[in-house]
């Protein structure tokens, strides 16, 4: 863990790092995803975390606090709960530890910030995340709902909360 920094991004990092994924995946979502995601931060809509090993970004999440930037809302984000999203890690690094170390480092400025409560969402295929998820603490299901992406692909999603 030496030379790894966690810290919440600045816009700068973020247009590097989208522009990384939106180089490493193809497909229309990922420069609409680019924009609303800076333009969320600069409004104070969101908190983008970025874990940084030897200045360069291999881990990320998001904190969105708005209810209005969340789909199918209700239960999931309020002035008390957070909703999260975007748990990326660069494929070389995982399992290494670097992203539990910034879930934590989110975790406890959420906490800071008067949050009692994140949450988030997985789709049902998606087993392996559900067991990461879980081991994070996300073990209390909050509701199954679908998901529409800025291409107008549907998609269902499971909710699951963790108390701080």
Known sequence: MRN??????????MESKWNYEIK????PNWKFWKAEAIERVRNGQSIAYYGIL???IICETTAMLDKNIVQNSDGLVDDKMAYLCAFRTIEKYQGKGYFSKLFQFMID????????????????TETENLKIYQHLGFNEFVKSAQE????????????????L
């Open 4 to 13: 790894f920094a966690c810290k919440i991004a600045s816009v700068d990092e």
């Open 24 to 27: 490493k995946n193809k497909g």
């Open 54 to 56: 030897n200045d360069k």
């Open 109 to 124: 400025d959420l906490k800071s910030r008067g949050y009692e409560k994140v949450t988030l969402g997985v789709e049902p």
């Open 148 to 163: 529409t992406y800025p291409d107008g692909a549907v998609i269902d999603a499971d909710y699951y909360g963790m108390k």
